[in-house]
Each structure stands twice: as C-alpha cells, then as structure tokens.
C-alpha cells in the first residue's frame, strides 16, 4: 500500500483555499489555519522526508496553536470601534429620556422609540409620563420615573 505523497507546494494550495474560505467568511479562524498550513509547506520544503502522519499532526498542532494564540490575545487586547453598541440595540437607549405611549400598571407598560414600541418595567406611572432608561433586560426596558 502506498502512502500519498504530499509536497510542500499542496500544503501551499491548501493554505491558500483556507484563506479564500476566510475571506468569504468572517472571524479569523480559516486565517490562522492557512497560516498553519503555509508553515507545514514550508517545514516540509525544509525536509522534504516528513512522512504524511508528521505532517498532519503538525498542521493540526499549529492550528490550534494560532487559534489559540489568535483568541487569547484578542481578550487581552479587544478591537476597539468607535460604535461599541453598534449590535446592542437596547443599550443603545440607556440614560434616555421618553414618554410613556403605556401606563405602566402593576409595573409593565410601553414607551415609543423611534419607529418601534418597547415594553417597559418601572414603578406604576401614569400615561404620557416621562420615564428614563436606567437598563436592558432581553427585550425590555428598565425604567425610572423622572421628575
């Protein structure tokens, strides 16, 4: 039985449909994949005896190393926007001020927000009210009564 015989230039390939994976989709994952394989490419043009099983087990192994690396050091170091509530829609709204569309009655009512109706939680107030956003609790609003 014969084993299948790589060269250094297939890990190259490989490495490169793992980039134009990570291009068509977001995260940084496929990209420290292709990174991994581009050095088996090269430790395999370096030595080219590396049987198929080393050369597996060190793609495998420097995948996980750059992946982990990669999200060990985006803790430490967050992506930094100048929009950080930009997917966090009900954050948004924290410390505003709006008007009640619903009384709150036994502690829920609604508030109108731009286009949309919010469910509120709050002290009872009377409708028309005006009532400020103090937190966000799934899909509803924590509110305290102004004035």
């Known amino acids: 039985m014969t084993e299948l015989d790589f060269v250094f230039w297939h890990w190259w390939v490989i490495a490169l449909v ?3 994976v990570e291009i068509l989709t ?3 994952f496929f990209l420290w994949m292709a990174v ?8 395999l ?13 060190v793609f495998s192994l420097m995948s996980i190393v750059t992946i982990s690396v990669w999200k060990f050091y985006v803790k430490k170091h967050p992506i930094e926007t100048d929009h950080p509530l930009l997917n966090q829609r009900g954050a948004q709204y924290i410390g505003r001020i709006f008007s009640l569309v619903e009384p709150i ?4 009512g609604k508030i109108k927000v731009d286009d ?3 469910k ?14 103090i937190a966000v609790r799934g899909t509803e609003f924590e509110v305290e009564k102004i004035g």
């Open 120 to 133: 509120v939680h709050g002290e009872d107030c009377e409708l028309g009210a005006k009532v400020k956003v």
């Open 116 to 118: 949309s109706i919010w």
């Open 18 to 20: 793992l980039l134009v």
């Open 36 to 43: 991994s394989g581009f050095i088996t490419g090269c430790l």
């Open 45 to 57: 043009w370096l030595v080219p005896s590396i049987s198929l099983n080393t050369q597996l087990f």
């Open 105 to 108: 009655v036994n502690g829920q």
């Open 26 to 28: 977001p995260g940084f």
